[in-house]
């Protein structure tokens, strides 16, 4: 089947330090990848994507790459900011399944100054 | 333009009663899903359409739940005989068509509370 299997939280970093959020999957054929993004009290919205092996997505600093050869989209920021004090969901959609999300069950992360 | 709307934001209901939930699509968006955002469960996937037809309903839990969408565009979550384990963020999301790794643009969500 098809699954994401992601990091488990809650993370708690001082300001200034380096993120990594571990992603992996499980997919039926060639997935497209994502990370989502909910700050408190807000809907979930698209941090960053890659639809092929080796593509690097990256988005307000952070980045992942597109690893088929370790089924991985591991989530990184050279230097976390309290503003991203947020729940990341990983996440991978397939064409033969109506391109419907599969999510991670997400990782909460608390940037402290 | 204007994004994914949903309504209520909000419904808390009595055990046994039935719940509509509505999702208002980005205008032109042709693909919409239903997803379930519980504590300990994370998000999962309920339905999907593509214009008005919904080929998997696979994710529905039960047949409590039904949905439907009318004209392309506005879909509307039933919940049947609600119960206290539907209590849950229901979210909607639309996307368009084309290639693969299309964006999904979510709503707010409507938070379900079932006493």
């Known amino acids: 089947g098809n699954s994401v299997t992601q990091m488990e939280g809650p993370v708690t970093l001082s300001e200034e330090a380096f993120l990594t959020i571990n992603c992996t999957y499980t997919a039926t054929g060639y997935p497209s990848l994502f990370w989502y993004v909910q700050y408190p009290g807000e809907g979930l919205q698209l941090l960053l994507k890659?639809?092929?092996?080796?593509d690097k997505g990256s988005n307000k600093g952070f980045e992942a790459t597109y690893r088929k050869e370790t089924t991985s989209f591991h989530l990184e920021k050279g230097s976390v900011q309290v503003s991203d004090s947020a729940v990341y969901f990983c996440?991978?959609?397939?064409?033969?399944?109506?391109?419907?999300?599969?999510f991670g069950t997400g990782t909460s992360l608390t940037v402290i100054p | 333009g204007a994004g994914v709307s949903q309504s209520p934001s909000n419904k808390v209901t009595e055990k046994g009663k039935d719940v509509e939930l509505r999702c208002d699509p980005i205008s032109g968006h042709t693909a919409l899903y239903w997803y379930r955002q519980s504590l300990g469960q994370g998000l999962e996937f309920l339905i999907y359409f593509q214009g008005n037809s919904a080929p998997d309903k696979s994710g529905l839990p039960s047949d409590r739940f039904s949905a439907e969408r009318t004209g392309g565009s506005v879909s509307t979550l039933t919940i049947q005989r609600t119960q206290q384990e539907d209590s849950a963020v229901y979210l909607c999301?639309?996307?368009?068509?084309?290639?693969?790794?299309?964006?999904?643009?979510f709503g707010p969500g409507t938070r379900l509370t079932v006493t």
């Open positions: 999301a639309s996307s368009s068509t084309g290639t693969r790794g299309r964006e999904q643009y």
């Open positions: 996440a991978l959609s397939l064409p033969n399944t109506g391109n419907q999300f599969y």
């Open positions: 890659a639809t092929k092996a080796d």
